[in-house]
């Protein structure tokens, strides 16, 4: 199975990058036990009153974003810059296995990063959750989506530093506005409204419901809203993923 | 020529309203090595890239192993059978050579022994290296190495040689003999005038998009490279203008004087004027080469970058 084969090399040439081993693992680790021990200390409630829990599946959440979002979209710039995807074009591996092989890859990760911080949560914090297949579901889906909006920015945006760019400005405001950081209910009305219909606010509440606050019914809602927002940049990301040169 | 393995016809590329390839035409047989020649943005790459199926014609007819490469699924069962590389090949950068070489062999059905083909390209000191530390020729070398990673029945070559040191130059063209050996057709693009008129059965010279000739080495040498020479070494000023008594066609290249040269007579008659006037230079034959036949066809010469001048 060629999927395998681009699997593999996909990972691994991501685990070596130390940059990207720092923006996936590191620096959300690092920032959640920030978060997390201010909203651990006794006097300061947690955001919405989940403590560390509500860090966990949030920042859980951001980064399963910027993984897509900043680091799916560099790498495939860069590999279509380098002429490597030219030279797959020039192969039998079919384009939906190289898309399939490092959405996969995407998604792997984003389930050790879930792993790590779930450990972190209840180790340090005490965090409890409720690991159940709606938060499997929509990490694996948030995977998918924010892969699929990686692979849309990385086919329509030619050069690297240019599509860097516009990554990590789809990407920030979209964590400072999506409660990652605070409930999007401590935000003034207009932003509330923007944060509506951002991807990543689903996926985090998503997360925080059916991991931390067990409400499975609101976690369904966001399920299917970030399950349409995959399929949606899926096929954007295929359809601009280009296998040929004009 | 045995039956066409790649048939080119007619072939047209345009990009808005610039032509990159106007009508070219030409087939390569079975265990044929086929030179495209010609200088930086003449056409040779578009070509290959159309037919190694990476790139979309505008018009004409181009086929590898009787398969149109662009066409989605039949294109994908003779990607099989080939072998390319691209210019300017790059890999996985934090991928070892032997990973990556693993990784290509992967999307192949039938690929060969990796350590092998490592062996075969001289990349055992580099095998554990990361791509992105490798030069530049070594970077070449596991390009080569990727396009034979499948054994493939024809294997496409863009400039193999650029960036490489004269000693990995020569164990390329080895690799590449040793295809053509082995049955394989190889279509190779360079501006390396030796490089071509060494490696290839037949050579297509492109310029501005028109392939203006077509034909073996020997063949194009003979009918459009001109007569031998005769070079005299510094003769300067004096060598020159007393063969410019007897010869019309004796000129000067720097402070070599340059005679075209016919029979051994005019080498007698020459070299009697010399002495006569106590002249005295070196005096070196000359044989014409693929650089005549292409500046001939292209009204310009080609620096080692294989820019026009």
Do not use: C
């Not at chain 1, 966990?56 to 495939?76: D, K, P, Q, R, Y």
């Not at chain 1, 779930?118 to 709606?134: D, I, K, P, S, T």
């Amino acid at each position: 199975m060629k999927l395998v084969v681009v699997f593999k090399a996909v990972t691994r040439n991501w685990l070596r990058s130390r940059s990207g081993l720092f923006f996936s693992f590191l620096f959300p680790v690092l920032l959640l036990l920030l978060l997390a021990s201010v909203s651990s200390t006794p006097g300061v409630p947690g955001p919405a009153g989940l403590g560390a829990g509500y860090y966990v599946a949030s920042v859980t959440a951001a980064f399963v974003m910027t993984n897509g979002v900043i680091g799916l979209t560099n790498v495939g710039s860069e590999l279509r810059r380098n002429g490597v995807l030219k030279r797959l074009s020039a192969s039998p591996l079919p384009k939906f296995e190289w898309l399939l092989g490092n959405i996969l890859s995407q998604a792997v990760l984003a389930l050790i990063l879930a792993g790590v911080m779930l450990a972190l949560g209840a180790v340090l914090f005490r965090a409890e959750y409720l690991v159940n297949f709606f938060s499997i579901a929509i990490l694996v889906m948030g995977t998918l989506l924010f892969s699929g909006l990686g692979m849309t920015l990385a086919g329509v945006i030619k050069d690297p530093e240019t599509a860097s760019g516009v990554g990590n400005a789809i990407a920030f405001p979209m964590m400072l506005l999506s409660g990652t950081f605070w409930p999007i209910s401590a935000m003034p009305a207009y932003l509330q409204s923007v944060a509506a219909v951002l991807p990543l606010t689903f996926f985090s509440e998503g997360l925080r419901d059916s991991l931390v606050v067990a409400n499975f019914q609101i976690a369904l809602t966001d399920l299917v809203v970030v399950t349409a927002f995959a399929v949606a940049f899926l096929l954007i990301g295929t359809a601009t993923t280009k296998w040929s040169e004009p | 020529m045995g039956a066409p393995v790649v048939r080119v016809e007619g072939l047209v590329k345009r990009y808005g309203g610039a032509t990159a390839l106007d009508g070219v035409s030409f087939e390569v047989g079975k265990g044929e090595v086929f030179g495209l020649l010609g200088p930086n943005g003449a056409g040779k790459t578009t070509t290959v890239e159309i037919l190694e199926g990476v790139r979309a014609k505008t018009a004409g007819v181009a086929t590898v192993l009787g398969e149109d490469p662009s066409d989605l699924k039949r294109g994908r069962s003779v990607k099989r059978k080939m072998g390319v590389l691209p210019q300017d090949f790059s890999a996985f950068a934090r991928l070892t050579v032997r990973e990556n070489l693993e990784f290509f062999a992967g999307i192949y059905d039938s690929p060969v022994n990796v350590p092998e083909l490592i062996g075969l390209l001289k990349l055992e000191e580099d095998s554990q290296k990361r791509f992105a530390l490798l030069s530049g020729g070594s970077k070449q070398r596991v390009g080569v190495a990727a396009a034979l990673v499948n054994d493939p029945e024809i294997v496409f070559l863009d400039e193999p040689t650029i960036g490489l040191d004269p000693e990995a130059r020569r164990a390329t063209w080895k690799v590449i003999s040793d295809l053509k050996d082995r049955g394989k057709t190889v279509v190779l693009t360079t501006h390396y005038m030796d490089e071509a008129e060494k490696l290839s059965d037949r050579i297509g010279i492109l310029v501005k998009g028109k392939l203006a000739v077509l034909g073996s080495p020997a063949e194009l040498i003979g009918r459009f490279g001109g007569s031998k020479t005769i070079v005299f070494k510094n003769g300067g000023d004096a060598v020159f203008g007393t063969l410019r008594r007897f010869f019309d066609g004796a000129t000067m290249e720097g402070q070599d004087v340059v005679l075209p040269f016919e029979n051994l007579r005019d080498l007698d008659v020459a070299m009697g004027a010399l002495v006569g006037r106590g002249l005295d230079s070196d005096v070196a034959l000359r044989q014409p080469t693929l650089e005549e036949v292409f500046l001939r066809f292209a009204g310009f010469r080609m620096t080692e970058s294989g820019d026009a001048v």
